[in-house]
């Protein structure tokens, strides 16, 4: 490649003007394109402007140009993947073992105290009638308190381990659990709302398990809608079929069995929504160092 000013150095008139560029660096970068090409290039000061001029022999202008705009549109590829922010790893924080311990306790001692005085739950159950017609606000919180029996409570406290841990080491501990019985307690709202004026009640922990399932379904939506550039539409709805499959293989209950199915579904599409406007904001959340310890 060769850098002049001279008319005496090259035939001017055999050759064409490929390319004009700012500074000679970025000439002499293209010119490097079309000696890959096995073509020669001459690099040469503009008339006005400041700029250079990319030059090669008129035969080979059409292929050069063409191998030029191809190398532009990776070069765009690069600089558009470099501008990209890095994603956040899924698993950024701790899994708060320690919040689900006092979950898990709180589960045990209103348990024990069920069995000690029976009005415990008709008081603190999820009523439509109580929410609704007599203003009893606290029921859908108080009820993801309470259970039926030992099967009940223990497969609340297994599937919550699970579900908890990975809600915790996806948005940090204290956030985890407050989503989750956040959108357990809205499902309950939720349930009451589209049965009332029917007389339903409900206990269990399950709406909130099925909230952190949600949140982790919303999560991982999320995450794929940032990087769809690269994945099919399959891969980025992924993670909402696999939620939705989870949902219909936990959530449905046995036939015959007492399952608050609504329950489940409401909680779920809470946590659902819940995960894909957290997975927006997990980007900034992790990059500040006292969020991550929470």
Known sequence: MENTDSNDQVLWEDLTVVGQFTTTGEAHDHGLVI??????????????????????????????????????????????????????????????????????????????????????????????????????????????????????????????????????????????????????????????????????????????VFGALGILTGLGFSTSLRLRSRSSWAKVAAPVMAGFVLLGWLGSGSPGSNTDVLGHVLGFGSGLVSGMIVGEMRQKLAKVPLLSMV
Request: aromatic letters at 12%; hydrophobic letters at 45%.
């Open 35 to 208: 000696l890959a090409m096995g073509e020669a290039c001459w690099v040469s000061a503009a008339d006005e402007g400041g700029k250079f001029n990319l030059h090669a022999e008129s035969a080979a202008a059409g292929r050069v140009t063409r191998e030029l705009a191809i190398y532009a549109g990776e070069q765009d590829d690069q600089r558009r993947l470099k501008s990209r922010p890095e994603p956040v790893d899924p698993f950024h924080f701790s899994a708060g073992w320690e919040f689900y311990l006092i979950w898990m306790i709180c589960l045990l001692v209103v348990f024990y105290f069920q069995g000690q005085n029976p009005h415990l739950t008709d008081r603190a159950a999820s009523s439509s009638i109580g929410l609704i017609s007599r203003h009893e606000w606290w029921r859908p919180f108080t009820a993801l308190f309470l259970h039926a029996d030992v099967p009940h409570l223990t497969g609340n406290l297994l599937s919550g381990a699970l579900f908890g841990t990975l809600v915790s080491r996806s948005v940090g501990p204290l956030r985890g659990w407050a989503l989750i019985l956040g959108c357990g307690t809205l499902g309950n709202i939720l349930t009451s709302l589209l049965t009332y004026p029917e007389p339903f009640v409900s206990i269990g922990a399950s709406t909130a």
